[in-house]
């Protein structure tokens, strides 16, 4: 366990690591590191900033954090009620702090998180506020420097908070088209949705010593597999040694990296090139104007928890099932050429109503023997870089490309920990929101998280009427939120993870109808309606140029911020 800073008004305080009692202004003096042991405590925003940034150089962006509850959750208490604790508790609005500054004279934009708001869990507001810090980085032609300290997404903002994954991502890829540096600096903790996107998608990976930092926290991994961890997992030393980080940096070092970092950037800095994508421009219509209807949306819903079952139902038509009825002439390419061949991923070359395409899935099974064979649809980190190859591959092929996301969520396992999940995800999420030629995602049964988010950064985002997609399974929502795990039904119905609710928050553009009860009823027809779907969503974007593709599809995922949230909700 880590150490809180102190707090003002007391004297002494207790080193958590060596349970030293340390007068807090030696310890403050000392960065707060326990000057006895070398204990890192946590930092909050204001401090760390304090720490790294030129004395009154630092200048907060205007605050644009709107008060959104965008999926009106509710657990034990609502969500306003909780986000009213955190101002309260910490004087901040939100769980990040952005601005620009300059370190050691060098200019940059900076984004630093705070723990102690709701775990700095990335909600819609969150991700709004990097985003601009990110944009004006781009306008002010400087690097941006992220230091992130998060539990992971925010759940009470459902799906919304998972949009924020690639939001905040395509921020970071216009940065990498101009040749703008990158930093991030790992702090304890980081997990989930934010290590998963821009803690290890940017150019530099700092760790700060004692920082832990994986996909999967260390309790979950431990409960799926049931085996112990090894000694020191997830910790600053196991990221260096597994090559996931560029540097573990001591405390009192953080600031003289950075600029040494910032100076060097500077000085091989090309004349400017101005990023291929402009920042502003009005926000795309929310769904393909002329073809498409809009989304049927079943007069009297089902049940949400019910959704949850139909969609796991082990006779729902897989990746391949598709590939058999809906597509023709399947060609499957293996691996990621780095040593694997994640059997949890499936992918290749099809043709869909004659066309050339990649076609990338995941891959669960109908019987038990099947579901273990294939982790239960659940990639490793050579799953998500075998669906990259793919990506690219189609690209430069000039093909557009079919995901079909069905996944309870990426592998929550020692290895995939070691091999990078996070960083694996997040490059996927970043890539794809590169990715010049057209990409259709459909969500055929389970869209879990971060995993199928690796998947499904598209041009049109589809959703099998019964499939589910959201940032967390009811399961972990209600061991998290509620006193008892019984409690997944209502964590269900709280997380908005339906296909209507999510046409309606626009996550989803447009919903593929299942014959009743399920498509595990009747998959040909299924397949069918899938096939039918995607080529109305497709054809379109084929003549649509690619840099004007890239850049509608990252406005599609720009709408997902607090501001846009705000003006959605006040539009209904
Ligand atoms: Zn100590």
Redesign the pocket.
Known sequence: MTATAPREGELWSR?A??A?LLYRKRLRRNLDV?P????HARLAAPERLRQLVDPESFTPLPDRAAEVDPIEFVDVLSYPHRLSAARAGTGLAEAVVCGTATIGRHPCALAVMDFRFLGGSLGAAVGELITLAAERALEDAVPLVLVTASGGARMQEGALSLMQMATVSQAIAALREAGLLTVSVLTDPTYGGVAASFATNTDLVLAESGARMGFAGPRVIRQVTGRELPEGFQTAAFLLRHGQVDMVVPRHALRGRLVALLAAARAGRRPASRPAVPRQEPAPAARPAALVAPPVVDAAPADAWETVRLARHPGRPTTLDYLDTAFEGFVELHGDRLGGDCPAVVGGLARLDGRHLMVIGHQKGHTTGELVARNFGMASPAGHRKALRLMRLAARLGLPVVTLVDTPGADPGVAAEEQGQAAAIAENILSLSMLPTPVVAVITGEGGSGGALALAVADRVLMLQHAVYSVISPEGCAAILWPDRGAAPQAARALRLTAPDLCRLGVVDDLVPEPVPAAHHDPEATARALREAVLAHLLPLLDVPPATLVRRRRQRFRRFGAARAGARAGAR
């Open positions: 080193c690591g060596c030293s326990c006895e042991c070398g204990e």
